[in-house]
């Protein structure tokens, strides 16, 4: 863990200097609150392309039995074309209620959505990734088996998204890639170039007038627009889940997406105070870095901004990334929040013995938390 050190006192201070105070605990007339706060995250988030002209297309179909996965291809904005996987249960009724998967930020990021489905072909990085993040299993057919359909891109330099033929990085397929180098030295030397390369993007992001939470935000916010395009999609039961960045992505959305009925956020919430202390190099990436937002409102501000969704929020008791006491604090404002709200039954927060993971029993507590509310 990587604590501050010299610059305690002054942060402490900076941190107290706030010019607007958005903490919902502050606030008496909560509908006032919410606008305003969702006025400075949107405006904190420095990107706005504007309406997105899907052009959606479907360019490949794959049958796995009870269900099928097409490769599916959509604008989110006028420079950006993301690839995403859709599953369609085939024996359930339609229209058919819809999880967008968000993947985390850990493991190798040559492979972003790619970690959560079937795709034929084996590798054991992307074995054992699974075996100690989702109990073993493709995330995505956990949703899909139970009757959603389901869709997930890759985030801005993952996967699909990753620079190839720049900064050293080789323009080949990652899974060709993989299948060439896996367990060499020489694939570790480029998944190591290419997170190194990640705060090059991030600067070139900055140098053009906006941050990775924003183009992480818009382009999930576009995978909601592409759902509703879809004929066999019900647009009301809408959900949104995803583990650790995928959990943090997932608190933006309950924050801000309106047209999402039901979210399961799974190890990304604390207080910024406390995993600033506790943890600084390992759970606040630069994805987390959001100036004139965090000095007026915190984490749990996400949730609580999102009412009326059904949210539920589980960090394990385990989960070496978070301080308990800054998760325990998150737990009491957002649900404080939902019972002056006026219904604390579309809260559902859970500190499971875990560590940091998405597993078989934490994936059942979403499955019963979008069964209640979407199904």
């Known amino acids: 863990m990587q604590k501050l050190t010299a610059f305690d006192a002054a942060v402490q201070k900076m941190r107290s200097a706030r010019p607007l105070d958005l903490s919902a605990a502050k606030w008496s007339d909560l509908q006032s609150w919410q606008q305003?706060?969702?006025?400075?995250?949107?405006t904190g988030l420095h990107y706005h392309p504007g309406p997105a002209d899907l052009q959606a297309e479907t360019t490949g179909t794959f049958d796995h039995g009870d269900y099928i996965r097409e490769r599916v291809c959509f604008n989110t904005a006028p420079w950006f074309r993301v690839e995403g996987w859709f599953l369609l249960p085939r024996h359930a009724p339609r229209p058919l209620p819809a999880i967008l998967l968000?993947?985390?930020?850990?493991?190798?990021?040559?492979?972003?959505?790619?970690?959560?489905?079937?795709?034929?072909?084996?590798?054991?990085?992307?074995?054992?990734?699974?075996?100690?993040?989702?109990?073993?299993?493709?995330?995505?057919?956990?949703f899909c088996r139970a009757g959603y359909a389901v869709l997930s891109i890759d985030a801005y330099h993952f996967g699909s998204r990753a620079p190839y033929g720049k900064y050293g990085i080789p323009c080949i397929d990652p899974r060709q890639l993989l299948k060439t180098y896996e367990g060499t030295a020489e694939f570790n030397v480029y998944e190591s170039r290419l997170r190194e390369n990640l705060y090059l993007s991030l600067r070139q992001l900055q140098w053009a007038g906006t941050t990775w939470a924003g183009i992480n935000f818009w382009d999930d916010a576009r995978c909601v627009d592409y759902l509703l395009s879809r004929p066999e999609v019900d647009g009301s039961r809408l959900g949104v889940t995803g583990l650790s960045g995928g959990g943090?992505?997932?608190?933006?959305?309950?924050?801000?997406?309106?047209?999402?009925?039901?979210?399961?956020?799974?190890?990304?919430?604390?207080?910024?105070?406390?995993?600033?202390?506790?943890?600084?190099?390992?759970?606040?990436?630069?994805?987390?870095?959001l100036p004139g937002v965090w000095?007026?409102?915190?984490?749990?501000?996400?949730?609580?901004?999102?009412?009326?969704?059904?949210?539920?929020?589980?960090?394990?008791?385990?989960?070496?990334?978070?301080?308990?006491?800054?998760?325990?604090?998150?737990?009491?404002?957002?649900?404080?929040?939902?019972?002056?709200?006026?219904?604390?039954?579309?809260?559902?927060?859970?500190?499971?013995?875990?560590?940091?993971?998405?597993?078989?029993?934490?994936?059942?507590?979403?499955?019963?938390?979008?069964?209640?509310?979407?199904?």
């Not at 305003?36 to 949107?42: D, I, T, Y």
């Not at 609580?304 to 960090?315: H, I």
């Not at 957002?334 to 994936?363: M, N, T, W």
């Open 36 to 42: 305003q706060a969702r006025e400075c995250l949107l």
């Open 102 to 142: 968000l993947h985390d930020w850990g493991g190798p990021m040559f492979f972003g959505k790619d970690r959560m489905f079937d795709l034929g072909d084996r590798c054991d990085l992307l074995d054992k990734f699974r075996a100690y993040a989702h109990g073993g299993r493709y995330l995505s057919e956990t």
């Open 248 to 289: 943090y992505r997932t608190d933006f959305l309950m924050a801000l997406e309106d047209r999402l009925t039901a979210a399961a956020s799974i190890g990304w919430m604390t207080t910024n105070d406390g995993v600033a202390e506790f943890n600084l190099a390992g759970a606040i990436g630069s994805f987390c870095l």
């Open 295 to 375: 000095d007026r409102m915190d984490v749990p501000d996400l949730v609580a901004m999102g009412f009326p969704k059904k949210s539920l929020v589980v960090v394990g008791q385990r989960d070496a990334l978070f301080p308990p006491a800054g998760v325990d604090e998150s737990f009491r404002q957002i649900g404080d929040a939902y019972r002056r709200f006026g219904h604390p039954e579309y809260l559902s927060l859970k500190r499971p013995d875990k560590p940091h993971c998405y597993d078989c029993e934490v994936q059942q507590l979403a499955l019963d938390w979008f069964a209640k509310w979407l199904t």
